[in-house]
């Protein structure tokens, strides 16, 4: 039986995904919304802001927004091994960990790269939070790649509504990560 916090998990990984449809998108960021918002109020808004702001788009400028803003090289792209290791030999060696890893739990492989946001909840979703290998990669890869992409999609949050979305899963993350004291390097 999965239990909230997984299902909660694999429904904010949808919102990360090519938009198909932006009524829909907003529609499950809503559905989210209300079932969290007893328990988190402060994230609650945060995803009622994301589905606000996505009502003001049409499906194609939503589409063309998405891929505007998470082009990769860029300080918005939704690969968290990219934002916190760079276009390196470590994030190789990551792409290649996380491939295996989600084998082992048997995620599906999906048409994108492993470290992409989408991919990395929908893992957690199926792993559970409690796993030592989730909480690596809560305190090592997806909260420092959220906090690093935050600011500058804070630039731009008046018209962009992902600035939302990541804040609310930076809310949901945040409290789950190990904290590690400043002198650890992220293994490799």
Same mark, same amino acid.
């Given at each position: 039986?999965?239990? #909230?916090?997984?299902? &909660?998990?694999? #429904?904010?990984?949808?919102?990360?995904?090519?938009?198909?449809? %932006?009524? %829909?998108?907003?529609?499950? %960021?809503?559905?989210?919304?209300?079932?969290? =918002?007893?328990? +988190?109020?402060?994230?609650?808004?945060? /995803?009622?802001?994301?589905?606000?702001?996505?009502?003001?788009?049409?499906? !194609?400028?939503?589409? =063309?927004?998405?891929?505007?803003?998470? +082009?990769?090289?860029?300080?918005?792209?939704? $690969?968290?091994?990219?934002?916190?290791?760079?276009?390196?030999? @470590?994030?190789?060696? *990551? *792409?290649?960990?996380?491939?295996?890893?989600?084998? #082992?739990?048997?995620? #599906?492989?999906?048409?994108?790269?492993?470290?992409?946001?989408? @991919?990395? /909840?929908?893992?957690?979703?199926?792993?559970?939070?409690?796993?030592?290998?989730?909480?690596?990669? *809560?305190? $090592?890869? &997806?909260?420092?790649?959220?906090?690093?992409? &935050?600011?500058?999609?804070?630039?731009?949050?008046?018209?962009?509504?992902? $600035?939302?979305?990541?804040?609310?899963?930076? !809310?949901?993350?945040?409290?789950? %990560?190990?904290?590690?004291?400043?002198?650890?390097?992220?293994?490799?």
């Amino acid at each position: 039986m999965i239990d #909230e916090r997984s299902a &909660l998990f694999s #429904e904010l990984s949808e919102l990360f995904v090519y938009p198909d449809d %932006a009524s %829909a998108i907003s529609d499950k %960021a809503r559905k989210i919304a209300r079932w969290i =918002e007893k328990a +988190d109020v402060p994230t609650a808004m945060e /995803l009622e802001a994301f589905a606000d702001h996505v009502d003001e788009f049409e499906t !194609k400028s939503l589409q =063309e927004l998405y891929v505007g803003t998470f +082009d990769i090289g860029k300080t918005t792209t939704p $690969y968290m091994g990219h934002l916190v290791l760079g276009e390196s030999f @470590n994030r190789g060696n *990551l *792409l290649s960990r996380l491939k295996d890893t989600y084998r #082992e739990y048997g995620v #599906e492989d999906d048409t994108d790269l492993p470290d992409h946001i989408a @991919n990395i /909840l929908k893992f957690i979703s199926v792993a559970g939070t409690d796993k030592e290998v989730v909480q690596e990669l *809560l305190t $090592y890869i &997806l909260l420092p790649g959220i906090l690093s992409l &935050l600011p500058h999609l804070q630039k731009v949050s008046d018209e962009n509504p992902y $600035y939302h979305i990541f804040k609310a899963v930076k !809310k949901i993350v945040e409290p789950l %990560a190990v904290s590690i004291p400043d002198s650890k390097e992220p293994e490799s």
